[in-house]
């Protein structure tokens, strides 16, 4: 056992502390111990590891505790959220302070028929059995969802009932408030056979203060069923974010699942699909726009187990200062996937001399009959597209901000739910400097 | 309104403008031919100030000013305008858009009213049916998979729509078609005016044809060695570069 994990054990006993959710329900006891358990014996992963060659996650061990804290913190006041509340009014918002449901926060009115949503919390300690699968080992896809298991506090569980339609987007935000906080958001939907829905999974942070967010989303579509997830990344400029989403996909099901990075200080997203049943379609979009030392680690794999799956990856990084982007985009073909469809890109843009971008498409195909293109560039703005926009009357900024827009808006160009997508084009101009200017003009 | 005296031009050290002495006034069609190499898209790059050319001498005044202090935006609110020889692709970004960043931003510029969005629409319908432009071209990114001579029509449409004081060409008919070049001849005889100077940079006469200039001057080897009124376009196709600089030569030895 090395340092780190002794000091783990030695502040949380080697036990799961009491006042988790579900700690009354033997199969979440049972769960969280042995995942905890696992997380001890294997550790932190090290730069070592080809999965984590790029991400250094020892930060992490230096912590007295990784449990999560327990004493509530000042929630943010609610013009605070509607500033940053991302949909128009009507849409259905969930507020998780620092890991914790708020009700009053929250507006969940006007949900349709079909359409269960609750705090994870409640169902584990409700003992609701139909969690259960998605807290089984097997699902860890990183030892991190294993910590996941071990300390989640809360989350958002959405059940649809086969043929439910949720139009106006659920927006679950979590928001980050205490100093040093440890947060655990664990969130699962369910979606039956031809429901559709669209989740937005956005996290904020209000201060410059470090906190710590391990975040593990899984999404299990039954036939027919279409899910948009996006995720939105708007944290603190010293917040770390390491997350996981999966998504089981059953046959003619479609998967679009869209993460944009604009915040934190390092974050890493594994992002994972299996295309378990014929003819599912699964996409999945990623921008990051990074400065100072920002780092954002995005890892996909997407693996098509039956035939005539189309899935497409597609990858857009903007680096400044000295941050930054990695990309490792898995796709594995496998015998038995014929007639499969796929394609990956990865494009990054270097805006300064220190900024770095790791970009390694993986591409492992064991079927015949299938279709799969790959492709990842590294370059800067162009001199030419440069000089063409001030010879129009741009000004350097604006014209750099213009192309690096061009550039990003590939990516935000491919969220379906307008509202969201405006907002989100939004976020980006906010981002650029001459922004405003940009925007007037458009 | 655009006076040039003694430019010198290098780049990387070499010399390719040695001299070059022009007056263009308001209201006149002024041509630069002249055989590759000759430098004449070198004068219509450093006239728009593009990086990479160092001036060794001489000057260039427009409209009063010192023209070759000028940044390449503020020649632009001054009222230049460079129609690319080879336009750039600029992924992301559509026709639409970037005419409008363009319009309005000279507009601001100038004190004037920024248009929105359906005045500009109606505005640049009108100008890309002259130019024989489909109006769906508008949402695609600029000039990303045109053929060389869509990108051509692009350049002329920007030229309408932003209605500069002085417009370079450089080489807009290369590449074209007949039927294309006489769209882009339509655009540009259409923008000829009593306060408009235009300067078509050309390798070929044909376009010469339809855009009747004032002036035509033949630049060989980074000088204008010959000028004239637009009969002289007519026997340089009938004669050749190769007599001109023939000609210039006898010159210099007598």
């Given amino acids: 056992m090395n340092v780190q994990q002794e000091a783990w054990n030695s502040t949380n006993l080697g036990v799961v502390p009491q006042a988790l959710a579900g700690h009354d329900v033997p199969w979440v006891r049972q769960a969280r111990q042995s995942a905890f358990a696992r997380f001890t014996a294997q550790g932190l992963p090290t730069r070592r590891e080809e999965e984590w060659k790029y991400t250094d996650v020892a930060v992490f061990g230096h912590r007295a505790s990784l449990a999560p804290d327990y004493i509530p913190p000042d929630p943010p006041s609610e013009a605070a959220l509607h500033a940053w509340a991302l949909s128009s009014a009507g849409a259905h918002l969930m507020v998780f302070v620092n890991g914790h449901y708020d009700a009053d926060l929250s507006a969940l009115d006007g949900l349709p028929a079909g359409v269960r949503l609750q705090s994870l919390a409640e169902l584990l300690d409700d003992a609701d059995a139909l969690l259960q699968p998605f807290f089984d080992a097997r699902q860890e896809h990183t030892i991190f969802a294993a910590l996941n298991t071990a300390f989640t506090t809360d989350g958002a569980v959405l059940y649809l009932a086969p043929g439910a339609v949720l139009d106006t987007p ?35 942070g209000t201060l410059e203060a470090h906190s710590f967010t391990n975040a593990i989303t899984q999404i299990s579509l039954a036939n027919g069923a279409a899910i948009e997830h996006c995720k939105l990344l708007q944290e603190g400029s010293a917040a770390f974010h390491i997350a996981g989403i999966h998504a089981e996909q059953a046959a003619g099901s479609h998967f679009v699942s869209h993460s944009f990075a604009l915040g934190g200080h390092l974050g890493r997203n594994d992002i994972t699909a299996n295309l378990s049943g014929p003819g599912c379609h699964c996409t999945l979009n990623g921008l ?3 400065d100072g030392r920002q780092h954002m680690d995005h890892h996909t794999r997407i693996d098509h187990l039956a035939p005539d799956g189309v899935s497409r990856q597609y990858y857009r990084g903007v680096m400044d200062g000295e941050s930054r982007g990695v990309f490792n985009g898995k796709l594995i073909v496998h015998a038995g996937a014929a007639g499969t469809d796929a394609h990956q890109s990865s494009g990054n843009l270097l805006l300064s001399r220190r900024a770095e971008a790791d970009t390694k ?48 808006n590939d990516i935000v160009a491919r969220v379906g739910a307008p509202d969201l997508r405006a907002r989100i084009e939004q976020l980006v101009l906010d981002r650029l400097p001459q922004g405003d200017n940009i925007k007037e003009l458009l | 309104m655009l006076t040039i005296k003694n430019l010198h031009v290098a780049v990387d050290g070499k010399p390719i403008l040695c001299g070059i002495d022009l007056n263009v006034r308001a209201g006149e069609v002024h041509a630069i031919m002249g055989p590759n190499g000759s430098g004449k898209s070198t004068l219509a790059q450093v006239l728009a100030g593009r990086d990479g050319y160092q001036v060794t001498a001489g000057t260039a005044r427009y409209l009063g000013q010192d023209l070759l202090a000028m940044t390449p935006e503020q020649r632009a609110h001054a009222g230049v305008f460079l129609a690319f020889q080879y336009p750039v692709e600029i992924p992301g970004v559509s026709i639409a858009l970037f005419l409008k960043t363009a319009l309005n931003t000279l507009r601001k510029q100038r004190g004037l009213a920024e248009l929105d969005a359906m005045d500009f629409l109606g505005l ?47 080489e807009t008919d290369s590449g074209l078609d007949i039927d294309a070049l006489k769209l882009v001849a339509d655009g540009v005889n ?7 100077a235009i300067v078509l940079v050309t390798h070929y006469q044909r376009l010469l044809d339809y855009v009747v200039p004032d002036h035509v001057h033949v630049l060989s080897h980074g000088r204008i060695v010959k000028s004239g009124g637009s009969e002289l376009a007519r026997e340089l196709e009938k004669l050749g570069y190769g007599w001109v600089e023939a000609e210039s030569a006898a010159r210099l030895v007598a």
Avoid at chain 1, 363 to 389: N, R
Avoid at chain 2, 190 to 196: I, P
């Fill in chain 2, 124 to 170: 640049v319908r009108e100008k890309m049916k002259r130019v024989g432009m489909d109006e769906a071209l508008l949402s695609r990114a600029v000039n990303e998979g045109f053929s060389g001579g869509e990108k051509k029509r692009n350049e002329i449409l920007q030229l309408t729509v932003l209605a500069p004081k002085l417009a370079i060409l450089d």
């Fill in chain 1, 288 to 290: 990051y726009l990074l």
């Fill in chain 1, 361 to 408: 498409p993986q591409l492992e195909i064991y079927a015949d009959d299938v279709k799969c293109t790959h492709g990842a560039t590294v370059g800067q703005l162009d001199e030419d597209s440069l000089f063409y926009l001030r010879s129009r009357g741009m000004d350097m900024e604006s014209a750099r901000s213009l192309l690096i827009y061009g550039f990003a």
């Fill in chain 2, 190 to 196: 259409a923008m000829r005016s009593s306060r408009r």
């Fill in chain 1, 170 to 204: 659920l927006h679950l935000l979590f928001i980050a408030s205490g100093h040093g906080t440890a947060i655990y958001p664990r969130n699962i939907v369910v979606a039956g056979e031809g429901a559709r829905a669209t989740v937005i999974e956005h996290y904020l």
